[in-house]
């Protein structure tokens, strides 16, 4: 039985108890530094609006959950949901999260004015252009849903430890041993800190830095509205859906007959936990830490707003008012899961009352069974970057997702600042070419670059880019069309630099990557192996091209940090199992660049650059190490995009001159250097699927279409069994490529598809296909749908589009 320590008793700590009792496990200490009736933190002023719908699946499924659970504990006051829209650009925002809503299964509904100001008499149809109603959104009771909670875990044996402040841990090595408090030290095998905007601090006695910027936020009670009069008996009763008027960053409740506001328009006012001491004996409802002074000056604009959109408000006063403090991120995600560095040591921080028990249920899944059922990939602690970790980057990003918390953001928008944080070795070269930018990773990356806009005369007819929809053209160039066009015709250089290289050696290499991967890694050094990494349940947590280099030398194309975390840890215990099977895993992407150079010209340019013979005949997915242009490069056959050529690999400070070098080789061939943009729609016409995108955790490889990619002959891996039974289970759904029927519109991805009038499925990803003239789409579909049926795809929350369904490439691409 687990010895499992929980770190504060708000809204997440207690859920977190409450979930891990539900699996069995009870031997759990909740150890909280305020006093339980009210411990003081974020969770003890929450106004408690839940509304359910956003662009993430998981978050979606995350709130989804909370509801469920607070309605079985009585806690919840389902109002419904009301978003306004005062613009046609948030009228438009609401039409998408319409398509989100009813691609995660939540039942939505768009409003016009008259239908607005019939469901919330208070709005001006002066200001309002038309609403999103959610009829099963609605408040938390956060503060009694905890008592609750630990009333239920208590009978069962859980102790809760109050006005009790974690100091410190002990540790053995890199592994948790201990929760030191002034009271004593609790030994634990599993700490979690669910500390909320303590968590920097937290984190930092255990050494683990946690990337989250605690802000203050203005929440205010008005004087009793006449005309609510009546309306809600009790102090804190609601009948009206909670309201949100994100084109000003307001949103309100109704207290009884009074009103609560929330502003988010205010400037960011960032802050340290530290700062505010330790939490009083006597915490109440206006002496807690999580509040500070309010700052009415903040809040003028707000009122005047508020009056505009409530005139029945303007008979009412600002009462009270508060600075509430609660957690921001570098990304807006919540941090969830194992701390990379540190054994048994889990967190469950900035998180919501909205997701709250949908990331204590994620969590406990973890730790019971090893495995979320609801994707974690854009929440995990290990999803971040070193650079992103810097306190300054934290605080600058998460003040940015402050002001832009109810902003509309576009798919592809990149963030302003800071940038240029990680360049690849071909930055001066690419913006002599004109590259734009977007970013990912703190890295920069070239979406298009305008130099080939010059070659758009040349396009034949049937390659002109087409016209777009106003929302699909943004971030985007017609020069795109240029650069797929020559991949497809001649050849293209691609930055494959900020793509994930990740260093496997030692001589238990083999057997690591042998028992995480799923195909045979241990074929002869030469040779690449695309495979999947799987969890014990068979959901794919990566996808990988293993390339053996020697006996024990491995080098893995991966994905995100979260890979590297993974890897790191199984070749910690794999080595200290048995030190005979040591293995090390080093990241090597930024010390090493990378050209991707595909097309049916790249053996051309390759034939200019080296003499070496065996290189041109060198057969698809085999690694081989040799010297171009006097560099020293890896070179691996490896294509996503259906043409011939290779990844070209030198080390960091070799790669202008290996870019230079290329380039110049290429000029008789009719070479450009080409985007993601170009790289996105050609992988997708190759039947490539990305993993975040279109293959997570929640989906197992057959649904993923990369049954191929498998290996059960092969002796015990991770996942072996689970795919075993998956593959005797009939399958219920399947990835598959929609062919649009008319030009013009691009999806942007989590577009719902229809059959015969119902919503079935959802779009993971899409992209114009310039080789066939038409958009198309990947999407998750029942897996009865056949080829060449006909499905409809809302966009902007009406079903306008046709499609086809073709799997699993575009006809005649993929020819590598
Ligand atoms: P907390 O409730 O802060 O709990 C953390 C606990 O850890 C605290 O009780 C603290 O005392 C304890 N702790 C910390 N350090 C230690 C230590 N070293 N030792 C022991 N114990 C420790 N969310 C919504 O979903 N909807 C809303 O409408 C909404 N409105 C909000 C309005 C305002 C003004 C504010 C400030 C926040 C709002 N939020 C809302 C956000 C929400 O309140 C929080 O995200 C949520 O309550 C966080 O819960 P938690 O359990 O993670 O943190």
């Known amino acids: 039985d687990k010895r499992v ?31 339980l009736r009210m411990p003081g933190g974020s969770t003890s002023h929450a106004p408690g609006l839940v509304f359910q719908t956003n662009a993430s699946k998981s978050m979606t499924e995350f709130a989804k959950y909370t509801v469920q659970k607070l309605l ?66 609605g408040l938390a009771l956060a ?108 949103y309100y409740r109704e207290h009884g007959d009074r009103y609560g506001i929330g502003y988010y328009g205010h400037k960011p006012m960032p802050v340290t936990a530290a700062s505010l001491g330790p939490t009083a004996e006597n915490v109440s409802e206006s002496n807690m830490p999580s509040r500070l002074a309010f700052t009415p000056q903040d809040f003028e604009p707000a009122w005047k707003l508020t009056q505009e959109m409530l005139p029945a408000l303007r008979d009412s006063e600002v009462a009270e008012g508060f600075n509430g403090i609660l957690s921001f991120t570098p990304d807006g995600g919540p941090l969830v899961g194992r701390a990379p560095n540190l054994e048994g040591f889990y967190v469950a921080e900035a998180v919501w009352v909205t997701h709250s028990a949908g990331v204590a249920r994620s969590l406990a899944e973890v730790l019971t069974t090893g495995k979320s059922t609801i994707d974690l990939s854009g929440a995990e602690l290990s999803r971040f970057e070193d650079i992103q970790l810097a306190p300054d980057y934290v605080t600058e990003t998460s003040s940015q997702d402050f002001v832009e918390v109810y902003d509309i953001i576009h798919p592809l928008q990149p963030r302003e600042s800071p940038r240029d944080l990680r360049v690849t070795p071909f930055h001066a070269r690419q913006k002599e070419l004109g590259a734009f930018f977007l970013e ?45 066009w020559k991949t497809r015709t001649a050849v293209a250089m691609y930055d494959q630099s900020p793509i994930r290289r990740i260093e496997v050696s030692g001589p238990g290499a083999e057997s690591l990557l042998q028992r995480l991967a799923t195909g045979d890694v241990s074929r002869d050094a030469g040779t690449i192996t695309f495979a999947l990494m799987l969890d014990d349940h068979g959901g794919v ?39 005979r099977r040591f293995a090390q895993v080093r990241d090597i992407t930024g010390a090493t660049s990378s050209i991707g150079l595909w097309g049916p010209r790249a053996r051309e340019v390759m034939g200019s650059l080296s003499s070496d013979k065996q290189l041109a005949d060198l057969s698809p997915m085999r690694v081989t190490r ?92 991770v996942g072996r069994a689970a795919l075993v039974r998956l593959s005797k289970a009939p399958l219920t759904r399947r990835i598959r490529c929609l062919t649009l029927e008319t030009a013009g519109t691009v999806m942007m991805g989590k577009e719902p598809v229809y059959l015969d009038g119902q919503a079935v499925g959802y779009v993971t990803s899409a992209a114009f296909a310039y080789t066939v003239g038409r958009p198309i789409a990947f999407a998750y579909l029942p897996n009865e749908v056949r080829e060449g049926s006909r499905v409809e795809i809302a966009y902007f929350g009406r079903r306008q589009l046709h499609a086809t369904l073709q799997f699993p490439r575009v006809d005649g691409i993929g020819k590598f």
């Open 5 to 35: 320590v929980i770190i504060g008793a708000g809204i997440v700590g207690t859920n977190l108890a409450d979930e891990l009792v539900s699996r069995g496990w009870t031997n759990i200490t909740v150890v909280e530094q305020g006093p």
């Open 72 to 137: 079985s504990i009585d806690c919840f006051n389902q109002v419904g949901g009301l978003e306004v829209a005062t613009t046609a650009e948030r009228m438009e925002e609401l039409q998408r999260k319409h398509g989100y809503a009813t691609s995660w299964g939540v039942e939505t509904q768009l409003l016009t004015t008259d239908e607005c100001v019939a469901l919330y008499p208070h709005l001006s149809e002066d200001v309002v252009l038309g609403g999103f109603h959610i009829p099963s959104d």
């Open 143 to 250: 503060a009694q849903a905890v008592q609750r909670l630990i009333e239920r875990t208590r009978k069962v044996g859980v102790q809760y430890l109050e006005h009790t402040p974690v100091t410190g841990f002990v540790k053995d090595d890199d592994t948790i041993t201990g929760v030191i408090t002034p009271n004593g030290t609790i030994q634990a095998d599993i700490v979690c800190s669910c500390a909320g905007f303590w968590g920097v601090e937290v984190g930092a006695l255990a050494g683990v830095p946690i990337p989250l910027q605690p802000m203050a936020h203005q929440y205010v009670k008005t004087t009793a509205v006449p005309k609510q009069k009546g309306r809600n008996p009790e102090p804190n009763g609601a009948t009206l859906p909670i309201l949100r008027y994100q084109d000003q960053d307001l």
């Open 440 to 484: 990912a990773g703190g890295w920069e990356r070239p979406q298009w670059y305008d130099v080939n806009a010059k070659l758009l005369r040349d396009l034949p007819p049937r390659w002109q880019p087409r016209e777009r929809d106003a929302w699909s053209n943004r971030f985007y160039s017609p020069t795109t069309a240029v650069e797929a």
């Open 541 to 579: 947590r990566s996808d990988v091209f293993v390339a053996r280099l020697a006996k024990n030398l491995y080098q893995l194309g991966a994905n995100g940090p979260t890979d590297v975390a993974y890897l790191t840890r199984e070749a910690r215990l794999q080595s200290s199992t048995d030190p």
């Open 626 to 717: 040799t010297h171009i242009a006097g560099l020293p490069v890896l070179m691996q056959s490896i294509s996503f995009l259906g043409e011939a050529g290779w990844e070209i690999q030198t080390s960091a400070e070799n790669g202008l001159r290996l870019w230079d070098a290329v380039f110049q080789a290429g000029q008789g061939h009719g070479i450009v250097a080409a985007g993601r943009g170009a790289f996105n729609a050609l992988r997708m016409e190759n039947g490539f699927r990305s993993w975040g995108a279109d293959v997570t955790t929640e989906h197992n490889p057959f649904e993923a279409g990369f049954a191929d990619a498998v290996d059960t002959s092969k002796a015990d891996f």
